[in-house]
């Protein structure tokens, strides 16, 4: 039987319930979830395939143990105890590269990785019968948590975060991270069947994260992962495996209407670089065009976006006109629904409407709101007899 381990995927707050649902139909089981992330347990392969096809996840993070500290001795002693030879191998090169600590005695994050990366030495130095590790193999970094004083430690599967899908060479001026744009849209019933329209698309990351749904290409398809190195801990034919199985299951004869709107003419032209590089620029067509000339002859489409919210005073001043502007053209479109992100906290009042839902998200540090406006169902189609 295959050995278990828990993995720990980090999420923006917000969009856990989307996550907890990709992980669920990858069919692995949740240990827990808390604000901002999920755990669950899975075997060899679900370390490969979770990176590989987790859309709303920042990284996986295989975890080496939890327990209570208060004392930096009681954190090195703890630490020391971790099966640490189980996973580094003697010529591994590891670190604590990220230490979060909230509402706990132990706080420092430099003491933190300090004590922690010499409790591991200790540790690998009985475990090895070595005084000296040359650290010049694949590299172990390790994350670790503090919530409450209560200590969550693992090693970082993905390498750079899993919101580099290596499709994004250019970006606008304040991109929303694509695993942020996936989560948004899965929060919605777009299916990719119906119309979608983001008017303010930047650097096209709503509709190209839109457009891998759709074609159910895998996020990680096209980028590589830190423990594809870990060849004593992980087989490379789980790696193979799990990269057929995304091939297999892509839908090349997917066909969907999305688009994109900017006002910029460099913009437009890094989101088009940005979708042929992400294999779906044929189901996507950017346009330069402001959002007063939002319009559609169909019915029942989406809009999808994530509007400027003002960062700079002189943007501020500008924000009323803008979403007014949006209201109005969106007050055009017949049975459509609207969903947007923003921090700008009087979206309503100058949209024009008042969501029938919104949710609260944080992107990075911002507090934003997901503001939903639902239109009608389209009626269902009759089958063909």
Not at 69 to 80: G, M, P, R, W
Request: proline share 5%; hydrophobic share 40%.
């Amino acid at each position: 039987m295959a050995e278990l381990y828990e993995f720990l995927a980090p999420c923006h707050f917000g969009t856990e319930s989307v996550l907890k649902r990709e992980i669920t139909d990858l069919g692995y089981e949740i240990a827990s979830t808390e604000d901002g992330r999920v755990s669950f347990w899975g075997d060899e392969a679900a370390l490969c395939r979770a990176n590989l096809f987790l859309r709303t996840t920042e990284r996986v993070l295989l975890v080496i143990g939890r327990f209570h500290a208060v004392t930096f001795e009681e954190l090195f002693e703890k630490t020391k105890a971790l099966p640490w030879e189980r996973y580094i191998p003697e010529d591994g090169k590891f670190w604590v590269t990220k230490a979060n600590s909230v509402k706990s005695k132990l706080f420092s994050p430099s003491d933190i990785q300090r004590i922690m990366k010499k409790a591991m030495v200790e540790r690998l130095k009985q475990s090895y019968k070595k005084e000296w590790f040359p650290e010049d193999g694949a590299a172990f970094p390790v994350r670790v948590s503090i919530m409450k004083d209560e200590v969550t430690v693992g090693l970082d599967t993905s390498g750079e975060s899993l919101h580099k899908r290596g499709y994004r060479k250019l970006a606008a001026k304040a991109p929303i991270t694509e695993t942020l744009a996936a989560a948004l849209i899965m929060l919605t019933p777009w299916k990719a069947d119906r119309i979608l329209v983001d008017p303010f698309c930047g650097s096209g990351t709503i509709p190209i994260e839109a457009a891998m749904l759709g074609a159910n290409i895998a996020p990680g398809l096209n980028r590589e992962f830190l423990a594809e190195d870990w060849v004593h801990l992980i087989p490379k034919k789980a790696w193979y495996d799990a990269v057929n199985e995304a091939e297999d299951l892509v839908k090349r004869d997917a066909v969907m209407q999305i688009q994109g709107y900017d006002i910029d003419d460099d913009i437009i032209k890094a989101a088009r670089q940005n979708a042929v590089d992400a294999g779906v620029s044929e189901y996507i067509h950017f346009q330069k065009r402001p959002v007063s000339e939002l319009r559609h002859a169909k019915k029942y489409g989406f809009v999808i976006t994530n509007p400027p919210y003002g960062e700079r005073l002189e943007e501020k001043n500008a924000l009323p006109a803008l979403y007014k502007e949006f209201g109005t053209a969106f007050a055009g479109l017949d049975a459509w629904s609207c969903y947007m992100i923003t921090a700008y906290e009087e979206a309503e009042k100058y949209f024009g409407k008042k969501a029938d839902k919104n949710r609260k998200i944080y992107n990075g540090m911002i507090k934003t709101y997901f503001y939903q406006f639902m239109g009608p169902r389209p009626p269902k189609r009759r089958e063909e007899s």
